[in-house]
């Protein structure tokens, strides 16, 4: 296992984006709380008694990483998360670190000291550690559940699983624990509906039938987990959620991680940046001979209007098929996000997009990344 100090020595000058594993940035996170609770920091940390908040605590930070230490060796490379944000950590926590070990010095660190930075930095590695806890429990439930031989096995384990995790709910961090267990439930529900001779009988006969799947597996399932199972985050930068939009190919792999399950089952090969006509689609899908190109593109993107003829059908020809769906992501907000500016909805948006090809068959998705309003605020 990697020290801390392995860690900020391989950051790039430009802090350039790199891989780091869940056992990383619980090491990250690790030494951020430490440094923070030094003395000399006192007047400023938000741990002391009284200046606590629910979404920055004691309890919160020692939970999240002690789950992190509880992830088998074989499991840590499951999720991998590249951010400058992370690295700029990774060098402030560092700065207040080499201080904390001098005695003197104090005119330099008043000078380049920010508390607010500093909560932000914790707040970051706070959430980055819960999406990838959720990513690897959720993947570790789904690769279980292949294993296990039918439905009532299934639903055993599943059960089981959510009865543990209610029996031992003091030991868990309490965001991470409503997610994972709204997503058992759902997983609970599901697997409730499911008839066993329903495996054997799904079959695509045509590439019409594999794209209406794909297309109601994104507005329902991948929908769902972005509104009601805290993905929005996923999709942002900032904490906040509201101000700094991630890269389309950041994206990628959480949306495949939703709709994998689900084609898994049903014999659907799901690939990432399969390289074709000059370029590399997001995801295909593929089923026997048919195959679906999917293209994502967030709202502000300069071409977004033009894509879909250009970039989307480019990879179809490529991949020798006449289905696709351009996939958009809404960004905009009234509180946050003001792009794009010449749209005032993704409906909107969608009515200006004009499909020049008849003889193709596309499929336009609005998907609202924004921060959902809670319910309490919600009257």
Same mark, same amino acid.
């Given at each position: 296992?990697?020290?801390?100090?392995?860690?900020?020595?391989?950051?790039s000058?430009?802090?350039?984006?790199?891989n780091r594993?869940?056992?990383?940035?619980g090491?990250?996170l690790?030494?951020?709380?430490s440094?923070?609770?030094?003395?000399?920091?006192?007047?400023?940390?938000?741990?002391?008694?009284g200046?606590?908040?629910?979404?920055?605590?004691?309890?919160?930070?020692e939970?999240?990483?002690?789950?992190?230490?509880?992830?088998?060796?074989?499991?840590?490379?499951?999720?991998?998360?590249?951010?400058?944000?992370?690295?700029?950590?990774i060098?402030?926590?560092?700065?207040?670190n080499?201080?904390?070990?001098?005695?003197?010095?104090?005119?330099?660190?008043?000078?380049?000291?920010?508390?607010?930075?500093?909560?932000a930095? &914790?707040?970051?590695?706070?959430?980055?550690?819960?999406?990838?806890?959720?990513?690897?429990?959720?993947?570790n439930?789904?690769?279980?559940l292949?294993?296990?031989?039918?439905?009532?096995?299934?639903?055993?384990? &599943?059960?089981?699983?959510?009865?543990?995790?209610k029996?031992?709910?003091?030991?868990?961090?309490k965001?991470?624990?409503?997610?994972?267990? *709204?997503?058992?439930?759902?997983?609970?529900?599901?697997?409730?509906?499911?008839?066993?001779?329903?495996?054997s009988?799904?079959?695509?006969?045509?590439?019409d039938?594999?794209?209406?799947?794909?297309?109601?597996?994104?507005k329902?399932r991948?929908s769902?987990?972005?509104?009601?199972?805290?993905?929005?985050?996923?999709?942002?930068r900032?904490?906040?959620?509201q101000?700094?939009?991630?890269?389309?190919?950041?994206?990628?792999?959480y949306?495949?991680?939703?709709?994998?399950?689900?084609? =898994?089952? &049903?014999?659907?090969?799901i690939?990432r940046?399969?390289?074709?006509?000059?370029?590399k689609? =997001?995801i295909?899908?593929?089923?026997l001979?048919?195959t679906?190109?999917l293209?994502?593109?967030k709202?502000?993107?300069?071409?977004?209007?033009? *894509?879909?003829?250009?970039?989307?059908?480019e990879?179809?020809?490529?991949?020798?098929?006449?289905?696709?769906?351009?996939?958009?992501l809404?960004?905009?907000?009234?509180?946050?996000?003001?792009?794009?500016t010449?749209?005032?909805n993704?409906?909107? &948006?969608?009515g200006?997009?004009?499909?020049?090809r =008849?003889?193709?068959k596309?499929?336009?998705?609005?998907?609202?990344c924004?921060?959902?309003?809670?319910?309490?605020?919600?009257?």
């Amino acid at each position: 296992m990697k020290s801390f100090g392995e860690i900020y020595t391989s950051i790039s000058s430009n802090f350039e984006p790199q891989n780091r594993t869940l056992s990383e940035i619980g090491i990250i996170l690790t030494k951020a709380y430490s440094v923070y609770k030094h003395p000399k920091f006192e007047r400023f940390s938000p741990f002391t008694p009284g200046n606590q908040t629910e979404e920055l605590n004691r309890t919160t930070v020692e939970r999240l990483t002690w789950e992190i230490q509880q992830i088998k060796t074989n499991d840590n490379g499951k999720y991998i998360v590249a951010s400058e944000g992370i690295e700029r950590a990774i060098a402030d926590i560092q700065t207040l670190n080499v201080y904390s070990l001098n005695p003197n010095d104090a005119e330099h660190f008043e000078s380049i000291f920010n508390s607010a930075k500093m909560d932000a930095n &914790l707040k970051y590695l706070i959430e980055i550690s819960r999406q990838g806890l959720l990513f690897t429990h959720q993947k570790n439930i789904q690769e279980h559940l292949k294993e296990l031989p039918d439905k009532e096995a299934k639903l055993n384990y &599943l059960n089981n699983t959510l009865f543990s995790l209610k029996q031992n709910v003091k030991l868990w961090d309490k965001k991470l624990y409503e997610t994972l267990t *709204a997503f058992l439930d759902v997983e609970v529900q599901k697997w409730e509906k499911f008839t066993e001779s329903k495996e054997s009988q799904v079959e695509f006969k045509s590439a019409d039938q594999l794209h209406d799947f794909i297309v109601k597996l994104i507005k329902e399932r991948l929908s769902h987990n972005i509104r009601y199972l805290e993905g929005y985050r996923v999709f942002w930068r900032d904490e906040p959620c509201q101000t700094q939009p991630k890269k389309e190919n950041e994206i990628q792999p959480y949306i495949k991680s939703i709709l994998k399950p689900y084609c =898994d089952e &049903l014999g659907i090969r799901i690939v990432r940046e399969n390289s074709v006509a000059n370029g590399k689609i =997001d995801i295909t899908f593929s089923y026997l001979n048919f195959t679906i190109c999917l293209e994502i593109k967030k709202a502000h993107h300069q071409d977004i209007l033009t *894509a879909i003829n250009t970039q989307l059908t480019e990879y179809m020809i490529g991949e020798e098929t006449q289905y696709g769906i351009y996939l958009i992501l809404w960004y905009k907000s009234e509180s946050g996000y003001n792009k794009p500016t010449s749209h005032v909805n993704i409906e909107e &948006l969608i009515g200006h997009i004009e499909i020049e090809r =008849d003889d193709y068959k596309y499929q336009i998705i609005g998907l609202d990344c924004t921060k959902p309003i809670s319910p309490s605020k919600n009257k």
